[in-house]
């Protein structure tokens, strides 16, 4: 289920422009707009819930389903020589969109 007012339900509804690089029926998978690393994507569910925290079993189905796809997509996007995935939960963490997302960085060596 997507929500109306969610920058990132708009861009996988295309309402938001997105340098998409993956799209299947379950997830999506865009550049960051302010990228962090050379290579910098968002993967992303095609349901809208905004915390890590707020899995379920449902909800952990389709993570894991996510983070099958998230190697081949990551290879593909330059980063053959590894990557790093993030999650950014909550206030602390700096979370700034709160529908979840998993950040891939990679295409460079990455300082800690
Ligand atoms: P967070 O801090 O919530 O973990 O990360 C949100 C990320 O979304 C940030 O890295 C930010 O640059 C990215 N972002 C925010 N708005 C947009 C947008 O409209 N398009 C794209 N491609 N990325 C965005
Ligand atoms: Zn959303």
Redesign the pocket.
């Known amino acids: 289920m997507l929500s109306d007012n969610c920058?990132f339900c708009k861009?996988i509804k295309g309402e938001?422009p997105?340098?998409k690089v993956y799209e299947d029926e379950k997830m999506f998978v865009?550049?960051?707009?302010?990228p962090?690393a050379k290579v910098?994507l968002?993967a992303i569910a095609k349901d809208h819930f905004k915390l890590f925290s707020d899995m379920d079993d449902n909800r952990s189905e389709t993570v894991k389903y996510m983070l099958t796809k998230i190697p081949q997509i990551a290879k593909d996007n330059g980063c053959e020589n590894g990557y790093r995935l993030?999650?950014?939960q909550g206030e602390d963490?700096?979370?700034?969109?709160?529908h979840l997302?998993f950040?891939i960085l990679g295409g460079e060596n990455l300082p800690w």
């Open positions: 920058i861009i938001i997105s340098a865009f550049k960051d707009i302010e962090k910098h968002l993030i999650v950014n963490a700096g979370q700034t969109v709160f997302h950040h």
